[in-house]
Structures are given as C-alpha cells and as structure tokens.
C-alpha cells in the first residue's frame, strides 16, 4: 500500500550534476525516515544519505560534502542533489522510506534509478 517511486537518474560526466527525487504515495501511514541507498555490480547496497522527519541528515562519507539530501514532508518527497559526481558514484539508487503503519513499522524500497558517471 505504500509506494515509492524515483526519478532524476541519467548520465552524466564527472563533475557534473544529478538531482534524484522520490514521492511516496499512500495512505495512513507516517514516515520516521526517508533516504537513499545504492548498489554497484558486485558490491552491497550501501546507504548513501537519510533524513528523518524532523531534518537531522546524515551521509555516508564517501559523499559528504557533494551531496545534499532534503525532504518535503507536505509531499512525503525526498529529493538527493549530488554535485562534482565521480565514476565510482555510478550505480543503481533506490529511495528508501521507513514508515509506521499505526503500531507497526516498514522498510520499503523503489525500484532504482541509474545513474552512471562517465569519467
């Protein structure tokens, strides 16, 4: 009943920029946290930035300081602004919402967007 649904992902060269966005839809249900996570061929899924309902953020090291992840809790939308992109962000990015369904809680995923750098 909950879903997410990503766009934003292209190519690009490095240096350049991409902005993802994620809206989630449904109904009764409240989001704890949103973010972003991705996964490269042969490698884990790794969280890349999240941001809870109240603004706090937090970044995987390797893109603090060029990515910027924000949230509109009006449109349950979170967006990741990602600047001077390197080859080794390509990858496939999937949104992330952690939401409460009255007592209950819930980690859902989109389906992913690509985005590849080009050095």
């Known amino acids: 009943q909950v879903q997410l649904v990503e766009s934003g992902g292209g190519s690009v060269q490095a240096g350049g920029s991409l902005r993802l966005s994620c809206a989630v839809s449904g109904s009764d249900f409240s989001i704890n946290t949103m973010g972003w996570g991705r996964q490269a061929p042969g490698k884990r899924r790794e969280l890349v930035a999240r941001?809870?309902?109240?603004?706090?953020?937090n970044y995987a090291d390797s893109v603090k300081d060029r990515f910027t992840i924000s949230g509109d809790n009006a449109k349950n939308t979170v967006y990741l602004q990602m600047n001077s992109l390197k080859p080794e962000d390509t990858a496939v990015y999937y949104c992330?919402?952690?939401?409460?369904?009255?007592?209950?809680?819930?980690?859902?995923w989109g389906q992913g967007t690509q985005v590849t750098v080009s050095s």
């Open positions: 941001i809870t309902s109240g603004g706090i953020t």
């Open positions: 992330h919402a952690d939401v409460s369904w009255g007592d209950r809680r819930y980690d859902h």
